[in-house]
């Protein structure tokens, strides 16, 4: 009787044995999968994270190309994709120059990649300088309020008197202090639309030289003359003459004109020049 007892104890306590033991191995098992499945995680965080650590340095050198003016052909093809550069991690970019000798940008690419991702920066310093935008000069006006862009050059961008008005108003809401109009086809017309702006701006750097601007463009600046801060005025080679020259002059004194530069205009004759040789902001030879 005892004997059956002991072995039934025996058989129990074996029983209870082998279920801790597999109750053990058990939890050991998924321990040891729970711990490789966070270093799986963890390996590829790491990987996700180098691998951005490579693409950010790669997209820097890249604006740095761009920026230089070495880009290879292959490159080029890249600035299709600078919308989303300068939006993630270019957005710290202060300066952006893009040479026309390696990448022409159109209308349709400032539209399309440029302009909306420009308020998405700090670029306070633009140069499309020889780019033929057309209509995306209206594209870049209309976000223009929207950026920190205080120096904003499109020497010979194609710009008329059309482009120039709607630049015009959108300058009156922008950071924008120096601006480069010059070698592009604005008149009188466009000049009147700008000057009626500028004393609503933060212009104090002004470039509209090599335009087709006479007479009635120059009278229509000089009016801003009293009212704006543009110290530093280019006008050289545009079709400017003597009663132009005359408004320009006798408008200066009063003003925060420092340097006005009018050579290069043809229509000015020399011994009618000499009037105005007193005039110590006038700079009669070329920037």
Known sequence: MQSRRAQRQRSTIQKHVENMTRKIRREVAEHDDSCASSKKIEDVKAEDEEEA????????????????????????????????????EL?????????????????????????????????????????????????????????????????????NN??????????????????????????DSGCGALAAALP???ITDLNLGWNVIRNGGAREISKSFASFRVTHLVLSYNHIGAYGLRDLSEKIPGSTITTLWIGGNKNIKMDFAKKYRHVSALRFECP
């Open 91 to 159: 957005s710290d970019t202060r300066a952006l120059t893009i040479h026309y000798q390696h990448y022409r940008f159109t209308a349709s690419g400032v539209k399309a990649s440029l302009a909306p991702s420009l308020p998405k920066t700090m670029i306070s310093y633009l140069d499309l300088s020889n780019h033929v935008l057309g209509l995306g000069v209206g594209a870049l006006a209309r976000v223009l309020p929207q950026t920190r862009i205080e120096t904003l050059k499109l020497f010979h961008t194609g710009i």
């Open 200 to 202: 609503h701006t933060r």
């Open 53 to 88: 650590k490579d693409a950010k340095t790669r997209n820097l050198a890249f604006l740095k190309k761009v920026n230089e003016g070495s880009m290879s052909s292959f490159e080029n093809k890249r600035l299709s994709t600078l919308s989303s550069l300068l939006s993630s």
């Open 162 to 187: 059309t482009l120039v008005e709607c630049l015009a108003n959108a300058l009156t809401r922008s950071r924008v202090r120096s601006l480069d109009l010059g070698f592009n086809m604005i008149g």
